[in-house]
């Protein structure tokens, strides 16, 4: 069965910083992947996918993703982030032919100004 | 630009109470999904829903769930007897079509707290 690890629940760094957050799967076949963002009180919104092709992935708000299928992982990075990127960040997993998203814990992401 | 609507935001209800979670997708979207979360868990989906039928479902969509589109633009999800750990915040969400390479479109949500 699918799974996904988001090892880190709340992560904090300050406003111009570097960022990466991690998501480990667990899938037999090449997967797809995807982050998804939840500002308070809004939807899950969809910052980027992971299908097939180049492993490096850009998203909206300036996120990038890269796949590596050797260490099943799936980080999503940002050079610099800004106030508004405080939210919860959600790594998930489908499998091929499927409805459904397999979702990780979550990452709580704190900005200091 | 379209977003998918969830009410009410906050449900309250006794345990053995029914209740019912409203969702309005968006409007040229075929495929409507819910998905929970319970505090402190993953995200966990629950059913899809096309063409007026359960497409694929979990094994947490039980017997005491239901769903339904009963007009041209609500999305129903219906818990016959809740049950304290019902308790959880539960997603709504619509695509164009059911494939993954659409993008799923979640709604805020609507926590339901069961005493």
């Known amino acids: 069965a699918q799974s996904v690890t988001q090892p880190d629940i709340h992560i904090t760094v300050s406003e111009g910083a570097s960022l990466e957050l991690r998501c480990n799967y667990s899938y037999g076949a090449t997967p797809y992947l995807f982050w998804y963002v939840q500002s308070p009180g809004q939807g899950l919104q969809l910052l980027l996918k992971y299908f097939s092709g180049d492993t490096l992935v850009q998203g909206i708000k300036g996120f990038e993703a890269e796949f590596k299928r050797s260490q099943s992982s799936f980080n999503l990075r940002k050079p610099s982030v800004h106030w508004s990127d405080a939210a919860e960040y959600f790594c998930a997993v489908a499998s091929k032919g499927a409805q459904k998203l397999v979702f990780g814990q979550g990452t709580r992401l704190t900005i200091n100004p | ?115």
């Open chain 2, 1 to 115: 630009e379209p977003e998918v609507t969830q009410t009410p935001s906050h449900q309250v209800t006794q345990m053995g109470q029914e209740v019912i979670l409203r969702c309005v997708p968006i409007s040229n979207h075929l495929y409507f999904y819910w998905y929970r979360q319970i505090l402190g868990q993953k995200v966990e989906f629950l059913v899809s829903f096309y063409n007026n039928e359960i497409s694929e479902k979990s094994e947490i969509f039980d017997d005491q769930f239901s769903v339904e589109r009963p007009d041209g633009s609500n999305f129903t999800l219906k818990i016959r007897s809740t049950k304290l750990e019902d308790s959880a915040m539960y997603f709504c969400a619509s695509s164009v079509r059911g494939s993954l390479y659409n993008e799923q479109f979640f709604g805020p949500g609507t926590r339901l707290t069961v005493l």
